[in-house]
């Protein structure tokens, strides 16, 4: 099936980079899937996969893991401060933190539950105006008023502008963990996770290439 195929080209991309093998985990991106094709990659035997909103992780989740042993569920989407309390008891980590009162409200959900999803910074590495995200610029200081704040961060994410070479992007990125002691890359998605694991990604995340094209309808 296609998860296969991907995940050949997963590890043939981590050798080619002198990467350890399974240093590079795949998120199988879930969203807006029918519940048919998720359960066809469960059985298949993947356990990792990435949703974009919340109501319908929800929806999907609780189900499948009292099915299956051991499925962790990233959110990679944009995340509503009203939503962070139901995020941290749905997800085992979340992607997209890229303001300050996100963290804030993450951090308190975390001390109160005495347990944290992991946390990466979603950087918008291209300053687009209309993309989430923390400008570079501005990345050292809001990692340092997260960790001040006690929210434990294992590090950055990015999606690198449409029809730009995603290369400088995904190395600018990683320039960014190192500086700031963070280990933790999520990057790459269908069309340059290759590039990404080059670069040093630790999370790519694929979706269509996997289960097909989504129907929205």
């Given at each position: 099936m296609a998860l296969q195929a991907i995940l050949a080209r997963v590890r043939a991309a981590e050798a080619l980079a002198g990467r350890g093998l399974g240093s590079v985990h795949l998120i199988a991106v879930?969203?807006?899937q029918p519940d048919a094709r998720v359960r066809d990659v469960l059985i298949a035997?993947?356990?990792l996969f990435g949703e974009n909103y919340v109501q319908e992780a929800q929806a999907k989740w609780p189900g499948f893991r009292a099915e299956f042993d051991a499925v962790q569920v990233h959110m990679i989407g944009p995340l509503q401060t009203n939503k962070a309390k139901l995020a941290v008891e749905l997800f085992d980590a979340i992607h997209t933190v890229d303001r300050a009162s996100l963290a804030d409200k993450l951090a308190k959900l975390a001390q109160a539950r005495g347990a944290c999803p992991q946390m990466f910074v979603?950087?918008?590495t291209g300053a687009e105006p209309q993309k989430a995200g923390v400008l570079p610029a501005a990345l050292d200081g809001?990692?340092?008023d997260c960790r001040a704040m006690?929210?434990?961060l294992a590090g950055l994410m990015c999606i690198p502008p449409e029809g730009e070479d995603a290369g400088p992007h995904f190395a600018a990125l990683a320039g960014m963990a190192a500086r700031n002691g963070l280990t933790g890359l999520s990057m790459g998605m269908s069309g340059d996770f290759e590039a990404a694991i080059?670069?040093?990604?630790?999370h790519v995340r694929v979706?269509?290439?996997?289960?097909?094209a989504r129907s929205y309808g």
């Open positions: 879930s969203k807006v035997g993947h356990r979603q950087v918008n809001f990692i340092a006690d929210l434990s080059a670069a040093g990604a630790t979706g269509s290439a996997i289960f097909g």
